[in-house]
């Protein structure tokens, strides 16, 4: 383990982290720590490896080298007879990942189970809470995202919006030390936007960390306290948030955020960096 | 104008009653057989991959009538001719209720096969990634999420294997098992009245399936509460 030279270890620290998916190279050398109460907006055209960031952050994609550190504690990391990397101990990945919570950008929400089923399930199959405490802390959070009407609805009978919170809620249940957003608002209708920023914001204002992809410069500029911005596979421009947002430095962040950026096509066929980058 | 039995009526609801039994033996049997069968097919192991696609190749690809009279006829026979090759005497008696069973399971576990291999790869892939990202491991991802989504999606599937699969039951009155068209056919035979007792069973198979439907049709609402509408 390194020695951490701050006065406090990091909530989350990424070194150096590579990802190809074939020949088409997605990171191309990531680094980025996360602070207690840090919240960073990720931004970057399709393409950009924003959203593979993410997954490769709680190993839903395996990074192909680079490290990844939850509050000074490494995911170790080994090579399977193939010669593919692959986690050393898939136990480690799980337990991990029960402190990294990560909201999609299509939700995910469980179809089978009702709002309130989808919030405890991962609590008590998976942290061992009674199931009596799980519903009450539940029920904290629908109320906390105002889904407590529509507890006992299956996601289906939802709007987008009301679905990114109940999946907001669900990943609050387990009190994550970090939150992993992956383009929370990207697949709603524009009217639901903002009851999901809204309760982002709220979020950060509690001072929870987290790492959010996001298209939304205002609410970035608004909420995050730092703003990473990736092109090609690299962090082109960092810095906190309302700074480089208002001062971008390079041509490429300041054409993104006139929205050059918008309606044209992706320099890099997006089905290959997974479906949360696909528009 | 009533269907006149003369007293083989009580045959034909013992027959019934056996075919009845066969089917859910096989179904049981083919619905494990299929659920083995589709995680080969799913396997990363190419053993298993290719151990699945010979089953399910071999089973559709020949006669069902062929395969039960293998199985009952053909594999005792077998047996006792590799003994007796060891220099042993052996004697092998299959029960045809046991081998009717096995049989029809085996081959529509094949049929089954296919059906739960479409039903997991209709699990939508980002619940499974939801899953995993929440810390579960393999076996309660499986057990949670992905095999009572799958059921649903198999569903309609299994239903018609059902159907099929009770009206091939008919097949083992080959190997004398008096299910409900063998007892039929005794009772055509000796009354020389084929029409009345083939008539009766068909309508003894049209009520099994008829029943099956409204049932399946139940169970299908109950597994679809919650499930999107128009799609899944």
């Known amino acids: 383990m390194t020695p ?79 010669g593919q990397r692959t986690p050393a101990n ?26 309130l089923q989808n919030i405890v399930e991962a609590p008590i199959r998976v942290l061992g809470v009674p199931r009596r405490r799980a519903i009450e802390q539940a029920d904290h959070l629908l109320r906390k995202v105002g889904l407590y009407d529509k507890r006992d609805d299956f996601p289906a009978h939802l709007s987008g919006g009301q679905e990114q919170r109940a999946a907001i809620a669900r990943a609050l249940a387990m009190e994550p030390e970090v939150l992993l957003l992956d383009e929370p608002t990207s697949a709603l209708d524009p009217e639901l936007v903002g009851e999901v920023l809204k309760v982002i914001d709220d979020l950060a204002a509690e001072g929870r960390t987290m790492l959010i992809v996001t298209h939304e410069i205002g609410f970035a500029r608004a909420v995050s306290s730092r703003t990473v911005f990736l092109h090609q596979g690299m962090v082109k421009e960092h810095g906190p948030s309302r ?33 949360s980058e696909t528009p | 104008m009533t269907l006149d039995l003369h007293g083989y009526g009580w045959m034909l609801w013992r027959g019934l009653g056996l075919t009845i039994l066969v089917g859910l033996g096989a179904m ?48 005792p026979t077998l047996i006792q001719d590799l003994a007796a090759s060891a220099g042993r005497d052996l004697r092998v008696d299959l029960n045809p209720f046991v081998a009717g069973i096995a049989t029809i399971g085996l081959i529509y576990g094949a049929f089954a096969t296919e059906v739960f291999r479409g039903a997991f790869q209709a699990v939508p892939r980002g619940q499974i990634e939801a899953a995993r990202a929440f810390g579960m491991g393999r076996v309660l991802m499986l057990r949670r999420v992905v095999l009572p989504q799958m059921w649903r999606f198999a569903l309609p599937g299994l239903g018609n294997v059902w159907m099929v699969l009770i009206k091939a039951t008919a097949l083992i009155s080959v190997i004398q098992l008096e299910e409900l068209m063998r007892s039929a056919d005794i009772a055509a035979r000796a009354t020389r009245l084929p029409f009345t007792f083939f008539f009766a069973a068909s309508l003894f198979y049209l009520g099994i399936t008829i029943a099956s439907m409204l049932i399946q049709r139940r169970i299908e609402s109950w597994s679809y509460r919650g499930a999107p509408r128009g799609q899944s």
Request: charged share 20%.
């Open chain 2, 28 to 75: 049981g049997l083919a619905v494990t057989f299929g659920l083995i069968g589709a995680w080969g097919k799913l396997s990363r192991y190419r053993v298993a991959r290719w151990l699945a696609d010979t089953y399910t190749t071999v089973i559709r690809g020949v006669p069902e009538l062929i395969l039960i009279l293998l199985v009952y006829y053909g594999v």
């Open chain 1, 4 to 82: 951490d030279v701050g006065p406090r270890e990091a909530a989350l620290r990424v070194t150096n982290l590579h990802k190809a998916f074939g020949s088409l190279d997605v990171l191309r050398g990531i680094s980025l720590a996360a602070h207690e109460h840090d919240v960073i907006a990720i931004m970057g055209a399709s393409g950009s490896g924003k959203s593979t960031l993410l997954r490769c952050i709680n190993l839903l994609d395996v990074p192909d080298a680079g490290e990844v550190h939850v509050r000074g504690e490494l995911i170790h990391m080994s090579f399977d007879r193939r």
């Open chain 1, 90 to 115: 898939p136990h480690q990945v799980d337990r991990i990942r029960t402190r990294l919570g990560m909201v999609f950008q299509r939700f995910n929400l469980w179809s089978h189970m009702t709002v």
């Open chain 1, 243 to 275: 700074q480089i947002l208002d001062e971008p430095r390079s041509e490429r962040f300041r054409r993104f955020l006139s929205g050059g950026n918008w309606g044209r096509p992706a320099l890099t066929t997006p089905s290959q960096t997974g479906e």
